[in-house]
């Protein structure tokens, strides 16, 4: 089943990924991966039976999912507040003082 990339956060601390993805006639779903540059929003993949493909540079490859789960705003929204990068940015800048997972920023803010 195809789905598209609504919104991915990703944690500095884990180098993990949630990602949440939509089909217009099924439920949406969060999905927990390994993080991966090449899901980014719009991007279509194909989610069945817990497994998720995408098409990277003409190939088909497979997402590493920790654990999916239905979509829920609340959820989400704490996701957003205590997990991932966005908490970090602070005027344009990222202002994580640890050891970040990335070493090349997903969002270019270093």
């Given at each position: 089943?195809?789905?598209?990339?609504?919104?991915?956060?990703?944690?500095?601390?884990?180098?993990?990924?949630?990602?949440?993805?939509?089909?217009?006639?099924?439920?949406?779903?969060?999905?927990?991966?390994?993080?991966?540059?090449?899901?980014?929003?719009?991007?279509?993949?194909?989610?069945?039976?817990?497994?998720?493909?995408?098409r990277e540079n003409q190939i088909i490859k497979s997402l590493s999912l920790i654990k999916e789960?239905?979509?829920s705003m609340p959820f989400w929204k704490m996701l957003v507040t205590h997990t991932g990068c966005?908490?970090?940015?602070?005027?344009?800048?990222?202002?994580?003082?640890?050891?970040?997972?990335?070493?090349?920023?997903?969002?270019?803010?270093?």
């Amino acid at each position: 089943m195809f789905y598209t990339v609504t919104e991915t956060l990703v944690s500095p601390e884990t180098h993990m990924s949630f990602t949440f993805i939509s089909h217009p006639k099924k439920e949406a779903m969060i999905v927990w991966h390994v993080y991966n540059r090449n899901i980014v929003k719009n991007k279509k993949i194909i989610y069945k039976s817990g497994r998720v493909w995408f098409r990277e540079n003409q190939i088909i490859k497979s997402l590493s999912l920790i654990k999916e789960q239905q979509f829920s705003m609340p959820f989400w929204k704490m996701l957003v507040t205590h997990t991932g990068c966005e908490k970090y940015i602070v005027n344009g800048a990222c202002s994580y003082v640890h050891a970040c997972t990335f070493a090349v920023c997903p969002y270019r803010y270093r």
